[in-house]
């Protein structure tokens, strides 16, 4: 018994010197301590699930119409605030601007088009307002996919999920900062679909949206990613060598505590519930902030698309399919880790 005691206190000793190892190595010697104690290797390997990869930009490109209104045309807008949009947007700069700066052209375009159609109409210029009007409708109805652009398909939402640099730290306390802006960029998007297209450019500018998207840009959706892979891979195999000793070799012959029992049970208590599970709540607790910011922009998109591009709609189920792993991953080993205890007669929580 006394035997028993030292190599318990032995355990809570080497685990509370550990308590700074990195996500990786916390699972490692977790994995590493069911092997020593169980007697067990992992029957089979169990690498890093594959990384879900973001889509390359020219992938998902979109084409749109480009309603032509001439220099000449310009002049006659003078007295609309519209002309001075579309003087900007058939500049140098606004044709070579990006995705989201052509987005800001046509929301400014949308919501300035109808004042300026009434003005010229009650000039004699009908002519132009109705070639406006044309123009409106044209990109109202381009509008989802100009959004796609500049979001979905935009270099913003890449760098949101892309894979982490190797000494990058990933601290998920809730605070990631692209969960409000990705919920910001929700809500204007939603105002879009429904004709509201000033929502964001209160103060005449798109600045507001860009620096939105500069925020997404610096989220750690690809870190969340890649901790999930970690734990997906060392969770099945701490639940491969659990297993082994609940169909193979009994760790106990009766429903009565060996030594050995209590050990993993010390084990479990220490670096799965103490260690890991507190980390794995918070990342957790990202994912489904993550999940639900992201989604609100997803799903209301493809509703009001013709058409997503398939390589984005298959990147998306790899990630889902990543993230549900890493769930399922969870439970099936408090299953298997409390089957063990019960067949020793404990308890994942009992004395």
């Not at 000039?123 to 044309?134: E, G, N």
């Not at 734990?231 to 000793?245: E, G």
């Not at 209590?262 to 799965?272: D, G, I, S, T, V």
């Not at 994912?287 to 989604?295: E, S």
């Amino acid at each position: 018994m006394k035997r028993a005691t030292l190599g318990l206190l032995a355990l809570l000793s080497l685990v509370a010197c550990s308590a700074s190892d990195s996500w990786t190595e916390g699972w490692q010697a977790y994995t590493d301590g069911l092997t020593r104690l169980l007697d067990r290797e992992a029957q089979q390997p169990h690498p890093l699930p594959p990384f879900p990869h973001y889509p390359r930009g020219k992938a998902m490109a979109q084409q749109f119409s480009s309603p032509d209104i001439n220099l000449l045309e310009f002049l006659r807008l003078g007295r609309c605030k519209l002309g001075q949009t579309l003087a900007q947007r058939n500049s140098i700069l606004g044709k070579h601007g990006d995705a989201a700066s052509l987005l800001v052209f046509d929301l400014q375009f949308l919501s300035q088009v109808d004042n300026c159609a009434i003005s010229l109409a009650a000039r004699d210029q009908h002519a132009l307002a109705d070639a406006l009007l044309r123009a409106k409708k044209v990109k109202a109805q381009e509008l989802p996919r100009r959004i796609f652009a500049a979001s979905l398909a935009g270099a913003e939402f890449r760098e949101l999920w892309s894979p982490p640099e190797q000494r990058q730290t990933y601290q998920p306390n809730g605070e990631d900062v692209a969960v409000a802006a990705l919920q910001r960029w929700a809500t204007w998007q939603a105002q879009w679909l429904a004709g509201n297209w000033s929502a964001g450019l209160e103060d005449g500018s798109g600045d507001a949206l860009l620096t939105t998207l500069g925020e997404i840009r610096q989220g750690q959706g690809g870190q969340l990613l890649q901790a999930q892979r970690i734990a997906v891979s060392h969770l099945q195999r701490a639940s491969d060598i659990l297993q082994q000793r609940l169909h193979g070799r009994p760790l106990c012959l009766k429903p009565q505590p060996t030594p050995k029992a209590n050990h993993l049970r010390a084990l479990l208590q220490a670096r799965f519930v103490g260690e890991l599970q507190p980390r794995a709540a918070r990342i957790n607790r990202h994912q489904q902030q993550l999940n639900a910011a992201i989604a609100a922009i997803e799903l209301p998109l493809f509703d009001a698309m013709e058409a997503v591009a398939t390589e984005y709609l298959t990147w998306r189920s790899q990630r889902v399919a990543l993230l549900e792993q890493a769930t399922q991953a969870y439970r099936e080993h408090v299953a298997s880790a409390s089957a063990l205890l019960k067949q020793c007669g404990l308890s994942p929580g009992g004395n």
